[in-house]
């Protein structure tokens, strides 16, 4: 088969007898030893994923009912507990640890009868914008090796754009899933907050964290997401709003909608070839039917510090957990109370990137600035929702930039926090507001990096915003470019 082949051609050749599972999950385990050099997997499974493929075989030759993604080959990111595997969340702190249960959406893949071949490297605790910041070294672009795949699902994406594997698993935070998706040229959805369960994601910011679909077609994604979306008793924040069939929502054209273009989301700063890329996408839009409307996201200049204030002080009360008694690394220096043994277990197991979040989040928790800084964060994403809310009153989706630059050079920001966290511009404000949002290719730069366009739509509206990205995609060829492939 293609290396590039997406999902649905995989399982078209499977149901024909064109190739067989065991040969799929064979052929994405050579293809993440041979491309070691990326960083993309931290653990292949490569026992227990020939050994459900084996099933999923003989399953099918027998005439037995499979699942939606039976005999496909998925890559899971770190963030997300698998029974048996090793699960890292690409920390030390968690080095070595195997979940005795899996998470929900992996429960799900099993019951979908996807193989699962491995874990995806991502940056400590999914805190990152570039994938620089793993305890196990940095993810690559496929694209250019020199730089970034994005952060801090850039492992799931990078396996993607390279070919090891059709669909992963990425959790989305304040772009996680977007950006990478974006720096790598592949297609990656952030649900809305609640729409898949999130038991088993190793929390980061729990008000925020969700885990997302990644793949080479929106096809693929809205195959994957039918399997992830749902309802989950382990998870009181999972909704219970019925769910959708995304694949067959795709289709139709693109008349009478109505795409907003927030006047904030192109303003200095942004490099000029992202900005050109972009504006070509929606007159690609309008030329399907689409009306672009413009609107105005007034509260967007706020959004960076609101979520460095909000998803800091989550961060230090769910990382509080870690303390070298129960489970995670503990020091092996001497240690002279209880005290010292949490404050060297703590300053070994993490990195510096953690730390600082950490500290920022006790912070502003703390006894004199939480009304200062906490409590003024949440006042103003309550903002941020309602100049969405009133953005969505005008039009059905909004469509903009994912960040303000391409993929970066590796070590090239990683001094400098702040031009990090700035990457995260245009994705931090739909997170805040719990809406969806896809990335989805819309073309190059002058150095082949891909950019990518975003499609925001209000909560719930997964199958909106994959319709309209479907059709983008549909009209043009970008997601058929591959790295290494002439002319990529």
């Known amino acids: 088969m293609n290396t590039f082949a997406t999902a649905g051609e995989l399982l078209a050749a499977l149901d024909a007898g064109e190739v067989t599972s065991v040969a799929l999950t064979e052929a994405a385990l050579a293809r993440a030893r041979a491309g070691a050099e990326l960083g993309a997997w931290l653990h292949l499974a490569e026992e227990q994923a020939l050994t459900r493929a084996a099933d999923v075989d003989r399953r099918r030759a027998a005439g037995e009912p499979v699942g939606a993604l039976a005999g496909v080959p998925i890559g899971v990111k770190d963030q997300i507990v698998t029974r048996g595997i090793p699960t890292t969340a690409g920390s030390k702190m968690l080095a070595g640890w195997v979940p005795p249960y899996d998470a929900t959406v992996v429960e799900r893949l099993h019951a979908a009868d996807a193989i699962v071949v491995g874990k995806l490297n991502q940056d400590e605790f999914a805190m990152g914008s570039s994938n620089e910041r793993s305890a196990f070294g940095p993810v690559r672009n496929p694209w250019d090796p020199s730089r970034v795949p994005g952060g801090s699902s850039g492992g799931s994406a990078a396996a993607v754009a390279a070919g090891h594997v059709p669909l992963a698993l990425g959790t989305d935070t304040g772009g996680s899933i977007r950006q990478p998706a974006s720096f790598c040229g592949v297609v990656g959805l952030k649900p809305t907050y609640g729409r898949v369960s999130r038991y088993g994601a190793i929390a980061f910011a729990s008000s925020l964290d969700q885990i997302g679909p990644f793949g080479r077609t929106v096809a693929d994604v809205a195959r994957l997401m039918g399997v992830l979306a749902g309802p989950d008793d382990h998870d009181s924040t999972a909704l219970r709003s019925p769910v959708p069939d995304y694949l067959a929502g795709l289709g139709g054209d693109l ?35 689409a009306t672009l409307v413009p609107v105005s996201l007034p509260h967007t200049p706020y959004a960076v510090a609101t979520y460095y204030i909000l998803a800091t002080a989550e961060a230090s009360s769910n990382l509080a957990r870690y303390d070298g008694v129960r489970f995670g690394h503990r020091t092996a220096e001497r240690v002279s109370d209880v005290a010292d043994l949490y404050a060297k277990s703590r300053a070994e197991g993490f990195g510096d990137e953690v730390k600082r979040r950490i500290i920022l989040g006790t912070y502003a928790l703390s006894s004199g600035y939480y009304d200062a800084y906490y409590l003024k964060a949440q006042k103003v994403r ?9 953005a969505f009153a005008a039009c059905d989706v909004l469509a903009t930039p994912v960040s303000p630059v391409t993929a970066f050079r590796l070590g090239e920001r990683v001094d400098d926090p702040l031009q990090m ?17 896809v990335s989805v290719p819309c073309g190059f730069d002058g150095a082949g990096l ?13 199958g909106r915003v994959l319709r309209v990205a479907h059709a983008y995609e549909q009209a043009t060829a970008w997601h058929r470019r591959h790295p290494g492939e002439e002319g990529a």
């Open 255 to 289: 008349a009478g909608l109505r795409v907003g273009v927030p006047e904030e989301y192109f303003v200095a700063g942004i490099d000029p070839e992202v900005e050109a890329t972009v504006r070509a996408a929606l007159a690609q839009l309008e030329a399907q039917g």
């Open 421 to 437: 966290y700035l990457a995260d511009i245009f994705t931090i404000p739909s997170s805040l507001a719990g809406n969806t949002s």
């Open 382 to 390: 309550t903002l941020l929702r309602r100049d969405f809310e009133a």
């Open 450 to 462: 891909p950019v990518g366009l975003q499609l925001i739509g209000p909560p719930l509206e997964e």
